[in-house]
T-cell receptor
Framework: GDSVTQMEGPVTLSEEAFLTINCTYTATGYPSLFWYVQYPGEGLQLLLKATKADDKGSNKGFEATYRKETTSFHLEKGSVQVSDSAVYFCALSLNTGNQFYFGTGTSLTVIP | GAGVSQSPRYKVAKRGQDVALRCDPISGHVSLFWYQQALGQGPEFLTYFQNEAQLDKSGLPSDRFFAERPEGSVSTLKIQRTQQEDSAVYLC???????????????FGPGTRLTVT
C-alpha cells in the first residue's frame, strides 16, 4: 500500500548547521509530496510541496526535490536557526480528495 | 483569513462516555478530512467528506466512531462509549478540490486532545 518512511529522530543540531531529514515513499500511482511542520503548541503547517518528478519545493530556506528514481523527498536546509526547532512530517497524497499518508515525524532541536 | 478551527481544544472523558468534536473548515473548502494522531506518531486518516457526502470512512477504527457534515461546512466527529485507546489528538483538515485531479495541500486545525480516563 501507499506509505511514507521518515528518518527517525530526535535530531539535535547547532545553529547554522546543515540539515537533512530523509523521506522515502511507496505509492501505487504518481503522488504529490509534502513537508509539514508542527511548532511547539501549534497545528500542522504546510512547509513545502512538489507535485511531479524533479520538482523542487522550497520555503523559508528549506528545500526538497521529488526524486522518482529513488522514491525520495529529502528535506534540506543549509543553515538552521533556533526557530526551526519543531517536528517535521513528510506526507504524500495521490489525488485530490484522497487522504494524506504521513510519516512518523522527525523532531528537530536547534541549540544556540 | 480564518483558518480551520476545532473545539474543544481539550477534552477529558471517562471511559464509556460519548464525546463530540467539532470542526469549522476554511470557508469555501469542499473537502474535509479527519485524522487521529497518537503521541509520537504521524496523523492517520479516519474519514473524508466532499461537501456533505462522506466519500471515504475506511479509516474509522470501529463502529463507535461516527462523523457527519450535514450542510457541507461544519463537521462533527462523534465517539461513542470511549475507550482508553481512543486517547489521541483528533485533527481536522480542509482543502479545495483540484479540477484536474492532483492533490491540493490540506490546511489543518489545531486539533482536539482527547484523554479517556
Amino acid at each position: 500500500g501507499d506509505s511514507v518512511t521518515q528518518m527517525e529522530g530526535p535530531v539535535t543540531l547547532s545553529e547554522e548547521a546543515f540539515l537533512t531529514i530523509n523521506c522515502t515513499y511507496t505509492a501505487t500511482g504518481y503522488p504529490s509530496l509534502f513537508w509539514y511542520v508542527q511548532y511547539p503548541g501549534e497545528g500542522l503547517q504546510l512547509l513545502l510541496k512538489a507535485t511531479k518528478a524533479d520538482d523542487k519545493g522550497s520555503n523559508k530556506g528549506f528545500e526538497a526535490t521529488y526524486r522518482k528514481e529513488t522514491t525520495s523527498f529529502h528535506l534540506e536546509k543549509g543553515s538552521v536557526q533556533v526557530s526551526d526547532s519543531a517536528v517535521y512530517f513528510c506526507a504524500l497524497s495521490l489525488n485530490t480528495g484522497n487522504q494524506f499518508y504521513f510519516g512518523t515525524g522527525t523532531s528537530l532541536t536547534v541549540i544556540p | 483569513g480564518a483558518g480551520v478551527s476545532q473545539s474543544p481544544r481539550y477534552k477529558v472523558a471517562k471511559r464509556g462516555q460519548d464525546v463530540a468534536l467539532r470542526c469549522d473548515p476554511i470557508s469555501g473548502h469542499v473537502s474535509l478530512f479527519w485524522y487521529q494522531q497518537a503521541l509520537g506518531q504521524g496523523p492517520e486518516f479516519l474519514t473524508y467528506f466532499q461537501n456533505e457526502a462522506q466519500l471515504d470512512k475506511s479509516g474509522l477504527p470501529s463502529d463507535r466512531f461516527f462523523a457527519e457534515r450535514p450542510e457541507g461546512s461544519v463537521s462533527t466527529l462523534k465517539i461513542q462509549r470511549t475507550q482508553q485507546e481512543d486517547s489521541a489528538v483528533y485533527l481536522c483538515a480542509s482543502s479545495l478540490v483540484n479540477p484536474s485531479g492532483g492533490a491540493y495541500e490540506q490546511y489543518f486545525g489545531p486539533g482536539t486532545r482527547l484523554t479517556v480516563t
